[in-house]
């Protein structure tokens, strides 16, 4: 076991890492190290294919080439480069917000029965912050406005995008307007950087990086849209209690794994689940158990209490247990690979976005206008599956924590002004001040096969949890926490600071916990970092700050995709420190990483600092934090 170490942290992935190599079932990790060398170009982003002269790559030694055919230095290709996967970042977590804007027109149209404003009030809360009129409208006819103005971001107009001036302070919006970076459009930004890149159109590296940073500004919008939208649909997220990791499944139950980015399908499924227990106990089963990976499984624990099961790179070893019967997907971050180990287990996966099939796998089409049909479809698929593989063994690992999770940006402020009604984030802001907590920070992103799985989320939350920065968490960083009982008052016991304890502590006791609050507060998906933001936007505002002096700091420590470094990309623009604990494909041009880690810095407030190793990179956050701090006047206590 000791070669799984390595791999990951949590001891159910080993334990499964094992199983799979005893019963020779291809992971993630076999076919990493069966890519190995990696390509030395594409580390350094000195590639291209853009065009079908190449491809062609820049030598990093002066004997080789230094130009590709077309003349496009490596300052040029590795920025072409990084802004495509920021292109490409924004249309996923875009297209998520455009699926939940059509539907909640459609049923503001009556034609999508299935879907109705379950949150009135952040319905009219989000219609006030646009600016549109909301005495007198019914709550279709207020809904079909907010889903209108929802949609027209994506096509170009004129002025700042809704979700952009409604959400950002005033000085941030004229910083980056000064800049020419504010977009005209979701689909535009993207279209721009497609464009841009193309061959013989921008060769200069800064141009084409301004470029990049109006288009993260564009899936900033994206991702925001995305979060109001669903808390109106699904409900805004308040605190639940639920548990994580393998030992969640159980043998006796119909174990079906929601597993993708967006609600739409899932929620529906959690409701059809709920209403067919008596099919699911007439085949024999004790009844339906849903489980969640990846950002859908974040969706459904935040209003649902769904518990995660395992995320990013382990969403294979699930179906070593034999005992999930289905897994069903949307899409993103979802592995093709599934089907072959569904085929050797006999798990079922069914596939549900037109957009997003996968060879091998049944396909449930999912509408909206059926959307519950489809839901209640699946899940009788799920009980087939779980009366074909009745009398087969099964092996769970008995590995789980509890989570309390849901801490939407309502229900802090909810949790806070029962410190003090008048005026909530007082509390807040008078214990960073007095350095009860000494600054935030939250940890996004994914995981990476390249370092071993959570390993560098957990040793970075207890080395800054124990200085006092309040920890925040999304997407399968927030699940790497969930597994690994991070989530639990017991965590902020065990590894939080004094101040940061105390603070937690007479929270949860004037909320009538008992206790305090988690050590890491769940905010939800990756597309839920714009709950964040809302949280230092008000902060800012509150003290009359713009959001590059706040000692807040977002740190990446295994990210992966595309949509990553497009968050990472807004959250510089937006005036953060961003860390990355991987060093991302740009150190072929030292003009580009002077940008990124410098020269961002004196134009936006934000840049980017690249640091591998887990105790350093905490280090280094909180030397950012603790120089913000005395920069608005604040002591800070030496790491």
Not at 51 to 63: L, T
Not at 228 to 243: K, M, N
Not at 316 to 333: H, I, R
Not at 570 to 582: E, I, M, N, T, Y
């Amino acid at each position: 076991m000791k070669d799984l170490a390595a791999k990951a942290a949590d001891p159910a992935v080993r334990e499964l890492l094992e199983k799979a190599r005893r019963q020779g079932v291809e992971t993630v990790w076999d076919r990493y190290e069966a890519q190995l060398p990696q390509c030395g170009f594409g580390e350094l982003g000195v590639c291209c294919r853009n065009c079908v002269q190449g491809p062609c790559r820049i030598s990093p030694f002066e004997d080789g080439p230094q130009r590709g055919i077309c003349g496009a230095t490596a300052d040029t290709i590795v920025a072409r480069n990084l802004v495509r996967a920021i292109a490409a970042g924004t249309a996923a977590h875009s297209g998520h917000a455009r699926h939940l804007a059509h539907a909640l027109h459609r049923w503001a149209e009556g034609k999508a029965p299935d879907y109705p404003v379950r949150d009135e009030q952040k319905l009219r809360a989000v219609a006030a912050r646009l600016g549109l009129q909301a005495q007198g409208f019914s709550v279709k006819e207020l809904a079909s406005r907010v889903a209108s103005e929802a949609l027209a971001q994506f096509s170009e107009g004129e002025g700042v995008l809704a979700w952009l001036k409604s959400t950002l302070p005033p000085g941030r919006l004229e910083a980056l307007g000064r800049l020419g970076v504010l977009p005209r459009g979701i689909d535009t930004a993207i279209s721009e950087v497609m464009h841009r890149t193309h061959l013989g159109v921008d060769a200069d590296p800064v141009n084409l990086l301004l470029g990049g940073i109006s288009c993260a500004l564009a899936d900033y919008a994206g991702c925001h849209l995305a979060t109001d939208l669903a808390d109106i649909l699904f409900g805004t997220p308040a605190p639940v209690v639920s548990e994580a990791n393998l030992g969640v499944l159980k043998a006796d139950h119909v174990n079906i794994a929601l597993h993708g980015h967006n609600p739409l399908l899932s929620d529906l499924v959690v409701r059809a689940a709920r209403e067919m227990q008596e099919e699911a106990r007439a085949a024999g089963a004790a009844g339906v158990n849903l489980v969640g990976i990846c950002c859908t499984g974040n969706e459904v624990l935040m209003r649902h209490g769904v518990p995660p099961l395992t995320h990013s790179v382990s969403q294979e070893l699930p179906m070593l247990t034999g005992a999930l019967d289905t897994v069903v997907v949307d899409y993103q971050c979802v592995y093709p690979s599934l089907a072959g180990v569904a085929e050797c287990t006999g798990t079922r996966l069914i596939t549900t976005m037109g957009m997003a099939k996968i060879p091998g796998a049944a396909h449930v089409e999912f509408t909206e206008e059926e959307a519950a049909e489809k839901a209640r479809e699946i899940v009788r698929l799920a009980v087939e599956a779980f009366a074909a593989r009745r009398g087969r063994p099964v092996h769970i690992p008995p590995h789980k924590s509890r989570v309390v999770a849901g801490f939407s940006v309502e229900a802090v402020v909810a949790a806070l002004s029962r410190l003090d009604a008048a005026d909530p984030l007082k509390p807040l802001l008078d214990n960073i001040a007095a350095g009860n907590i000494q600054g935030v920070c939250l940890f996004a992103g994914c995981n990476n096969v390249k370092v071993p799985q959570d390993e560098n989320f957990l040793v970075m939350a207890r080395e800054l949890a124990a200085r006092d920065v309040l920890c925040l968490a999304t997407g399968c960083g927030a699940g790497a926490y969930a597994r690994h009982g991070y989530l639990t008052p017991e965590a902020t016991l065990e590894y939080a600071g004094p101040g940061l304890k105390a603070v937690l502590t007479a929270i949860g006791e004037a909320n009538g916990l008992g206790g305090p609050l988690p050590l890491v507060l769940h905010l939800g998906s990756c597309v839920d970092n714009s709950r964040a933001v809302d949280l230092a936007v008000a902060v800012a505002s509150r003290l009359g700050v713009d959001t590059a002096q706040l000692p807040v700091v977002a740190s990446a420590p295994e990210f992966k995709t595309e949509k990553a470094v497009a968050i990472g990309t807004w959250a510089v623009a937006l005036g953060f420190p961003v860390h990355l604990g991987l060093v991302p494909p740009v150190l072929g041009s030292a003009a580009v990483t002077e940008v990124l880690t410098a020269k961002a810095r004196e134009i936006l407030g934000g840049y980017f600092m690249v640091e591998t190793d887990p105790v350093k990179a905490a280090e280094k956050i909180y030397a950012a934090i603790g120089e913000r701090r005395r920069a608005l006047g604040l002591a800070t206590r030496p790491w």
